[in-house]
Every structure is written in C-alpha cells, then in structure tokens.
Nanobody, 115 residues
Framework: QVQLVESGGGLVQAGGSLRLSCAVSGSIFSANAMAWYRQAPGKPRDMVASITRSGITEYTDSVKGRFTISRDNAKNTVYLQMNSLKPEDTAVYYC?????????WGQGTQVTVSS
C-alpha cells in the first residue's frame, strides 16, 4: 500500500512563492507517473503538473512558466515549486501517483493566495 502525504501549503500574497512536497511511503521510481492536481471550491479536480518515470513533464496552460514539478527518487518525494502565485491559484492541492496496478491520492494541502 502506497501512502502520499503532502506538505508546504499555506497563505501567501499574490506574487509570492510556495513549494509543495509529497512524501511517498513506497517507491516513486516504480510509479509510471506522479502528478499534482488542484481543486477550488465548486470546481472539479484538475491536473496541474505531471512527471513521468523518465522525467517528462507536462503542465496545464495556466501555470506554465510559473510552476515546476520535480522528483527526488532517493527521497521518494515529489515537489511542486510555485512562483508568481495568483489568487486564482487558490485551491486544495493533491498529490497523485499512477502505478501499474493502482492509483493513489494524498489528503491534500490548502494553498491560499491573497490579492
């Protein structure tokens, strides 16, 4: 059983930065892909960024150039560096792991960006 635990959320002013971390109890090297999703109140959960086992990254258009996803296989941790934050980035951010046999979600961490 793989467990994902997010941390690093909080309250920040517009233009500020935060780095989210996702600590994985299992091996992230064996995951086909790891990703960050977010969900704002009343909206669906959408993918923000993903990274494959080979390191290929993908971003939703609204965060391109501002967010960076990375992984540290030795630490079994996935990161999301968020710069130039905007109020519309306010949401609960979830870590997601896609393995061959299953998918896993973290419990989420709140990010609030004030204007």
């Amino acid at each position: 059983q793989v467990q994902l635990v997010e941390s690093g959320g909080g309250l920040v002013q517009a233009g500020g930065s935060l780095r989210l971390s996702c600590a994985v109890s299992g091996s992230i090297f064996s995951a086909n892909a790891m990703a960050w999703y977010r969900q704002a109140p009343g909206k669906p959960r959408d993918m923000v960024a993903s990274i494959t086992r080979s390191g290929i990254t993908e971003y939703t258009d609204s965060v391109k150039g501002r967010f960076t996803i990375s992984r540290d296989n030795a630490k079994n941790t996935v990161y999301l560096q968020m710069n130039s934050l905007k109020p519309e980035d306010t949401a609960v951010y979830y870590c997601y792991g896609r393995y061959s046999s299953s998918r896993y979600w973290g419990q989420g961490t709140q990010v609030t960006v004030s204007s």
